[in-house]
């Protein structure tokens, strides 16, 4: 792997997501040697992933080189690689570019989508985790568009004219909402040869609201949101089946639809080479103490969504989401280097910011400890914190100009198909 020896300690990381990243700038010109490992070589802000998904941003506007984050730390590396196994043994990793020894190992490496073990959606659904996947999902949806126009019955043209998005945490009304506006604000004026109801969004859901993970507040004026905006909620509603052209569901509902797009769930991507015991069967986190440190290691951590802790205020582990990966990333970097100074660890507490998610122009719904709120203000604060939260003064401004721009027009100006999308 080339990294040069060092009487350093050696902190190797594990993903540079928001916790990984986190890490790493806490870390920047201590006297460690840091080594950033990744499968790419950027950064991605995954909250707006859904708005490269439906055309409203370029990926390069969410997404950040790793080696700009270190360019300027002293004894920091990134390499670009994936880690095939641990040997904690050995305090050794085994990647694809070659092995390394390490001091501490930090695993910040995220969740992959779940398909709960369903072969046919997994093989035929669009998953949204990463930015390859929502530039997939844009192709798509534009082919489908262009499909449509020459279709030669209504069944074919409504079928590639139907969105079915599964799951309605905050990704999945996020883009029902993105899509939805597509449908009432770009295709009428790209697509006068289409008759707009003929487009269909569908949204479903297994619990019996949508945003579930939010307030009841938030939950009901986002379902609100939603059936002006024209998606078709659908909650208490599994998908069981999906070939590609045909929904079926656990109820009466049927759809025959060119799209479906998966947002239902994740699990945890865990590193091969632990003790099985260390990792909850169901979910793939590693079991952490209250200093993110694996069970049953002294020198393996595990950050953000990979990372399982138990607390009196989340006895079932903290949520998934940025915030708590950021602030575990940051308290670990400070731990470390008391670790390395032979000094007391101090116990990580989660302090909840709140939640919120955006369902289309001027509208969102916010979620804060004392206060819930809905419309334009929420959406306000809901752009202002997204745009503050990207890394990078580039990125910033570039979504801004987007933002603004497709505000003032009705527009959203990415949408091309670079790359066509084969099923």
């Known amino acids: 792997m080339n990294i040069p020896e060092s009487e350093l300690p050696r902190i190797v990381i594990v993903g540079g997501g928001f916790a990984g990243v986190s890490l790493v700038k806490m870390l920047a010109n201590k006297n460690l040697q840091v080594v950033l490992l990744d499968k790419h070589n950027y950064h991605t802000f995954q909250p707006l992933l859904y708005q490269v998904s439906s055309a409203g941003l370029?990926?390069?506007s969410i997404a950040y080189p790793l080696r700009k984050i270190i360019k300027?730390?002293?004894?920091s590396f990134f390499r670009l690689a994936e880690v095939k196994a641990i040997n904690a043994e050995e305090k050794r990793i085994e990647t694809n570019i070659g092995a390394l020894h390490y001091d501490y190992l930090v695993l910040a490496t995220g969740t992959k989508t779940n398909f709960f073990g369903n072969k046919t959606i997994e093989d035929y659904s669009m998953p949204m985790k990463k930015?390859?996947?929502a530039l997939n999902i844009r192709s798509l949806m534009l082919q489908n568009f262009e499909k449509a126009t020459i279709a030669n019955t209504s069944e074919e043209r409504k079928a590639l004219l139907t969105f079915v998005i599964v799951g309605a945490g905050p990704t999945g009304v996020e883009l029902a909402g993105a899509i939805a506006e597509l449908k009432n604000h770009i295709v009428p004026r790209d697509y006068p040869d289409l008759d707009t109801q003929d487009m269909q969004i569908?949204?479903?859901e297994g619990n019996d609201r949508v945003l579930p993970v939010m307030s009841e507040h938030a939950s009901k004026k986002a379902e609100e949101f939603l059936k002006k905006l024209g998606v078709e909620v659908h909650c208490n509603t599994f998908v069981t089946e999906y070939n590609g052209k045909s929904v079926a569901t656990n109820g009466a509902l049927h759809l025959e639809s060119e799209t479906l797009i998966w947002a239902a769930g994740v699990t945890g991507a865990p590193v091969d080479g632990l003790d099985a015991n260390s990792l909850l069967d169901r979910a793939n986190r590693y079991k952490v103490d209250r200093y993110n440190r694996v069970e049953g290691y002294d020198s393996i951590f595990a950050l953000g969504d990979i990372a399982y802790m138990e607390t009196e205020a989340y006895p079932k582990g903290h949520p998934q989401v940025a915030q708590p990966a950021i602030q575990q990333g940051k308290l670990l970097g400070k731990n470390l280097l008391r670790l390395v100074k032979n000094k007391p660890l101090k116990p990580f507490t989660y302090k909840d910011k709140g939640s919120m998610a955006t369902i289309g122009r001027n509208k969102a719904v916010v979620d804060l400890k004392h206060f819930k709120?809905?419309?334009f203000f929420a959406w306000f604060v809901w752009m202002f914190i997204h745009l503050m939260a990207l890394v990078g003064f580039r990125n910033r401004v570039i979504v801004f100009f987007n933002w603004?721009?497709?505000?003032?027009?009705?527009?959203?100006?990415?949408r091309l198909i670079i790359r066509p999308f084969k099923k």
């Open 404 to 414: 603004t721009y497709n505000y003032i027009n009705f527009d959203k100006a990415a």
């Open 373 to 375: 709120f809905a419309g």
């Open 58 to 60: 370029e990926p390069d």
């Open 131 to 133: 930015v390859p996947q």
């Open 72 to 75: 300027n730390h002293k004894n």
């Open 202 to 204: 569908h949204l479903l």
